[in-house]
C-alpha cells in the first residue's frame, strides 16, 4: 500500500505533532497543520482527508485536505478517537464531554453539522468507535480499572450486540477491515497485549502479532487496517535497551493482516510513533 500512514510524535517543543511516514519506512514528514497538539489522526476511506483533535486553546476535532489545509473545526469538545463513515461525510467521536458523565460516541457531518449522540441512553462508558462500510460501528467499553469488552451496534446506536468479552483482560481499540469481513483488536493486560482479529460476530479469533516471550514486556495498541485491507499498522511499546541503559519506547509497526514479521516504520526517529491511521 502506497499510502502514507498517519500518526502521532512528540516533536520537542513543539508538543504532540501529526507525520507521515510509508510502511516501509524512511524519513518521516510532518503535516502542516496551524493547529497545534494534534493527535487521534483519522484518515478518511478515499485519503483525501484528515480528522483529528488538537488539545491547544480553542481546541476541538478538526477536518483537513491530506496535506493539512483548510482546516474546519467540527466539533468543541474533547475526543478520545475519531472514525469516518464508508462514504466519508460523517464523523463518529469517541469523547468524555458527552454529557453522561460517562464516555459517549457521538456522530457529526464533516462538515460540522448534525451533532448528536448515539450511545446516551446506554448505562457503560463508549470510546473508541470505528465504523465499518456495512453501517456497524465496534466500540470498546470500559468496566472497571484495565478490564474492557468490545461491543458492535447499528450506527444510528440500535442492536447493540457484545462480539468480544474481556474477562480479566482488556479487549480494545477496534478497528474494521476496509470491506468490514474483519475486525482487528488489542488484548491482553499490562505489559502484554497482542493485535487479533475476528469476524464480524465476534467468531474465528487469529493472532496477528506475536505472544511476548516470557521476561519480555510487549504492548501492541491501536491496530489500522491499511487500504488493500492485506496489512495493519499498531503501535508497540517496549524496552529498548543500549548497554545497562534501558527505557519504554513507542514506535509504530506493520505485520500482514495475516500475521508474521512485524517490520518498524519509525525506529529512525528520535521519540517514535503512536496512533496510527492508514
Do not use: K
Amino acid at each position: 500500500d502506497s499510502r502514507p500512514i498517519v500518526y502521532v510524535r512528540l516533536d520537542g517543543a513543539s508538543g504532540w505533532r501529526l507525520y507521515r511516514a510509508t510502511a516501509t519506512g524512511g524519513t518521516p514528514t510532518p503535516l502542516n497543520v496551524a493547529q497545534r497538539e494534534t493527535v487521534y489522526p483519522a484518515v478518511s476511506p478515499d485519503g483525501s482527508r484528515i480528522a483529528f483533535m488538537s488539545e491547544a486553546e480553542p481546541g476541538g476535532v478538526y477536518v483537513t485536505a491530506a496535506d493539512g489545509s483548510a482546516a474546519l473545526r467540527v466539533y468543541v469538545g474533547r475526543a478520545e478517537h475519531i472514525a469516518w463513515s464508508a462514504d466519508g461525510t460523517r464523523l463518529a467521536i469517541g469523547t468524555p464531554d458527552g454529557g453522561t458523565g460517562h464516555g459517549e460516541i457521538l456522530i457529526v457531518g464533516a462538515d460540522g453539522t448534525g451533532l448528536h449522540s448515539i450511545t446516551a441512553a446506554l448505562d457503560f462508558d463508549a470510546y473508541h468507535p470505528s465504523w465499518s462500510p456495512t453501517g456497524r460501528i465496534a466500540f470498546t467499553s470500559r468496566e472497571f480499572g484495565f478490564v474492557s469488552d468490545i461491543y458492535t451496534m447499528a450506527d444510528d446506536g440500535s442492536d447493540v450486540r457484545l462480539i468480544i468479552e474481556g474477562g480479566r483482560y482488556a479487549a480494545r481499540d477496534p478497528a474494521w477491515s476496509p470491506d468490514g469481513t474483519r475486525l482487528a483488536f488489542a488484548f491482553g493486560n499490562f505489559g502484554g497485549s497482542s493485535i487479533f482479529t475476528v469476524d464480524p460476530d465476534g467468531n474465528d479469533r487469529r493472532r496477528v502479532t506475536p505472544e511476548p516471550e516470557w521476561g519480555f514486556s510487549l504492548t501492541d495498541l491501536g491496530p489500522a487496517w491499511s487500504p488493500s485491507g492485506q496489512w495493519i499498522a499498531f503501535q508497540r511499546e517496549r524496552g529498548v535497551c543500549e548497554g545497562t541503559q534501558c527505557e519504554l519506547r513507542t514506535d509504530v509497526f506493520v505485520v500482514r493482516a495475516d500475521g508474521g514479521e512485524v517490520r518498524e516504520v519509525t525506529g529512525g526517529s528520535p521519540w517514535g510513533g503512536v496512533r496510527p491511521s492508514w
